[in-house]
């Protein structure tokens, strides 16, 4: 049995397949129809589907909806459940993702980094404590202009590199893989087709976290909702006594969300309502908010919140009609985990076989693990190294990303050693 570690050349070509990834353009949109959200998804869809293939996948293919599936058939005798490893091709909708200009830092140094592309940007140690945890690693970042991509084309990198791995040691003792790059993920729609019996797996693991030796089991339950304001618009000349004002409507509405229900006023397990998007004119306005908590109790306590300051503001305008639409998005994936504790203690025990000590971590957020749980697929997260998510100073450290493809081949060479039941 080889032992489980990347080397020399292993890291550069995890290094060439992520700087190759960023570089396409797949920002999801929010507001398209269409699935995928963008075409785009699909240019790097293809790519990684005529690679796997290139790697031995004969079944590895791009679908409809521009997901890429594709198998590592078990090793010879072993009996032991089906494993997936899942990470998403799209990038955040909120921030450029084109045109990419990937910056490879070698040897870091501890200092901040200034971004070559828009020098105002920099990645500040004092913002970025991990930074310390990285002095002397292979650093990326993008030019300061656009994200860089790593969530999740990390993740992405990491999974191609273990099937890369798993070509190059035939010897070496798993179950069977599968392998699953999703579009859409970034708007919440990243399962909306995803065939859970098709896939194939028991169990199975998203790559798509930050720090390194970080197993997340928990996210947020989520909702979106949508505030539609009407008002009355008439000559601005003559509108003394007649006007309703839609977006001044909608303003004080926002201005109303309690402070200690901001995401920029929380933290850790404290629930929030964001305020994300707001449109409109004097006679109709819409503004999105998205609603956030650990438990569906606080969550729905949280929809309260914004139904009670929808009706004050009612009050103080009269005239204005405010309406509340609430939408589940996703529920916390504990509950699911729970009822299958194996997946998360072979986790544990893969992060310990690297010498490292696991830390157990609730997503303020969410992935599509968190759908997959509920849908039958038990899925917790695992980190990819990458920092500052959905940010121009996103960066990632490319040894943090070596363990993470590390941690997965742990993973496989622990279920191999489970019997299959």
Known sequence: MPTIALDATDRKELLERFLRYVRVDTQSAEDSASSPSTAKQKDLAAILAAELRALGCADAAMDEWGYV???????DAVDAPTIGLIAHMDT????????VAPQVIERYDGRDIVLPGDRRQVIAVADN???????????????????????????????????????????FKHPRLRVAFTTDEEVGR??????????????????DGSDLAEIEDETFCADSAVVVVEGHD???????????NAVRVAAALVERLPREFLPETTEARQSYLHPMDLRGDVTRTELKLLVRAFTEEELHAREDTLRAVAREVGEAYPGARISVEVKESYRNMAYKIAEAPE???????AVRRLGLEPVRRAIRGGTDGARLSFMGLPTPNIWTGGQNFHSVQEWVSLEWMAKASEVSLQLLQLWAERPAS
């Open 343 to 349: 997946v998360l203690e072979v986790a544990f025990e």
């Open 92 to 99: 955040y909708a909120g921030t450029v993702g084109a045109n």
């Open 190 to 207: 990243g399962t909306e087709h995803f065939d859970v019996a098709a896939f194939g797996a028991r169990y199975a693991y998203t790559l």
């Open 234 to 244: 008439v000559h601005p000349g003559y509108a003394k006594g007649k006007m309703i």
């Open 129 to 171: 404590p991990n930074l310390t945890r990285c002095v002397g690693h292979t650093l990326i970042t993008s030019d300061g202009t656009t994200l860089l991509g790593a969530d999740d084309k990390a993740g992405i990198a990491e999974i191609m590199t273990v099937v890369a791995w798993l070509a190059k040691h035939p010897e």
């Open 69 to 75: 599936f594709a198998t590592v058939p078990a090793s």
